[in-house]
């Protein structure tokens, strides 16, 4: 059984220290809301993974990302 901690050591951070980006579609008929990205990660890979995110909904290629 794995516990907690290793949890913590193999992961980098407590659930609790953990938060997300999140995007919204920029179309008004969808306004659909996903998470982008799950921080703590490394900057380049959290804005790749913010540049190429599209509405999982609509396909919309133009979201708006704020960190939530």
Known sequence: ????????QLH???PAE??????R?????CRH???AAHLPMPLEKAAML???A???KCADDR???AHG
């Open 1 to 8: 059984m794995v516990d907690n901690l290793m949890l913590q």
């Open 12 to 14: 980098g951070a407590a």
């Open 18 to 23: 953990q938060k997300v980006v999140r995007a």
């Open 25 to 29: 579609c920029s179309q008004d008929a």
């Open 33 to 35: 809301e996903w998470i």
């Open 50 to 52: 913010m540049q190429r």
């Open 54 to 56: 599209a509405c999982p």
């Open 63 to 65: 979201p708006v990302v």
